[in-house]
């Protein structure tokens, strides 16, 4: 369906996006052989090199390739193709992959292939696709999220995370690609999973389930990112209500939209009054930490849910979307086109140590968002 901007909405998210780009002009020229995740003094820091297999290494390469559709400019091109080339060590490297292809290789190689038919493009689209694949846990239909070495040797082999919805659609452009349909059925087979075990009844979701990797029966679930066991984390809900509208998008099953809306109404009942986003919907009243790349990832897939409709529903959706995007613009902006990043106040996790800071893919989403609202965006996931 037709997004039915109000004029005045339409404008606001035009004037957003032309000032966006403007600073993000200059922060790409300073920041074009790095590949950024945060700022330090507002100056981007650099996961290349050594660090090249950070899950969030991606999103730089998106960024340029979204400024890239806006503008025509080759320099964006040039970045992200430098940012895409750069992961190839990573996808040598077995111990240092895991299900976050999705969010490595969708928004470089598959941005490019779709964006220029390269082929040596498609071929690291390709290989991330099936070693993504190759994580599938056969007794318990679920794809394993981590590997043990990240973290004090704790048995992974049985945890999947809210996270991996976002990482399915490498594996349905994989199946479109070669008309091979077993990449979408594991990707089927770990969205019913989900479904099924980390949407609760009211809508929100868990972060983390631990299965029998041998029986595949379902063990416990974890708070994980979030602030304990039975809570709500909000990147979390965010992944579950983009991730399940982009599996509906992809198969057309309308189990997984009326999933994705389930999650989409838990979150809209939760937005506060400023919508400004904190760390977990249920975190101690007197914590205030916030976690600004849940508003701009909720509001890509509140954008996403609206054109699925008209009137008064794709309203809702909309409204709530343009409510945390003017939240962000007005009081979570670092306007100043001499630092770095664009969103502040964002939060890796509850229990780390450092809270509030930028991070790249708060900036991402927040481009995204506006490159959806005004019709111009590059189809990433
Ligand atoms: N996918 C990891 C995170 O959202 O922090």
Not at 79 to 102: F, I, Q
Not at 121 to 146: D, E, K, T, V
Not at 275 to 284: K, M, N, S, T
């Amino acid at each position: 369906m037709k997004l039915e901007l109000g004029e005045k909405q339409l404008a606001w998210a035009t004037k957003t996006l032309e000032q966006t780009a403007k600073k993000l002009e200059q922060v790409s020229r300073r920041s074009a052989h790095k590949i950024p995740y945060t700022t330090v003094n507002g100056v981007h820091d650099d996961k290349s090199g050594e660090r090249d297999s950070w899950w969030t290494n991606g999103f730089w390469g998106g960024m340029m390739w979204q400024l890239y559709t806006l503008t025509g400019d080759p320099f964006y091109r040039t970045v992200a193709e430098e940012n895409e080339k750069k992961l190839d060590t990573n996808l040598m490297d077995y111990d240092k992959m895991d299900h976050d292809n999705g969010f490595k290789w969708l928004p470089t190689a598959v941005a490019n292939y779709r964006k220029t038919g390269n082929r040596q493009s498609r071929n690291r689209g390709l290989i991330a696709a099936g070693q993504l694949a190759g994580r599938y846990n056969c007794a318990g239909h679920f794809i394993r999220a981590w590997n043990d070495w990240d973290d004090n040797g704790r048995d992974h082999r049985g945890w999947a995370i809210i996270d991996c919805m976002m990482n399915l659609p490498l594996l349905y452009w994989a199946s479109e690609e070669t008309g091979d349909p077993r990449f979408r059925q594991i990707a089927v087979h770990h969205a019913d999973t989900a479904q099924r075990c980390f949407v609760r009844g009211d809508g929100s979701v868990r972060h983390i389930v631990e299965f029998d990797p041998d029986t595949g029966e379902m063990v416990r679930d974890y708070g994980g990112q979030g602030y304990e066991e039975g809570s709500s984390w909000t990147r979390g809900q965010t992944w579950g209500l983009y991730g399940f509208t982009l599996s509906f998008l992809d198969t057309g099953d309308r189990a997984y939209l009326e999933t994705a809306e389930r999650i989409a109404n838990y979150f809209i009942a939760n937005i506060p009054e400023s919508g400004l986003i904190p760390v977990d919907f249920r975190q101690p009243e007197d914590v205030t930490w916030e976690d600004s790349t849940a508003a701009a990832i909720a509001a890509c897939g509140l954008i996403e849910l609206a054109k699925l409709h008209e009137g008064r529903q794709q309203k809702l959706y909309l409204d709530a979307a343009l409510k945390l995007l003017r939240a962000l613009a007005d009081q979570r902006l670092n306007w100043d086109e001499n630092e770095d990043n664009l969103l502040t106040k964002c939060t890796g996790a509850y229990h780390d140590k450092e809270h509030e800071f930028s991070i790249i893919y708060g900036d991402y989403y927040f481009l995204e968002a506006l490159m959806k609202l005004t019709g111009q965006e590059l189809f990433i996931w």
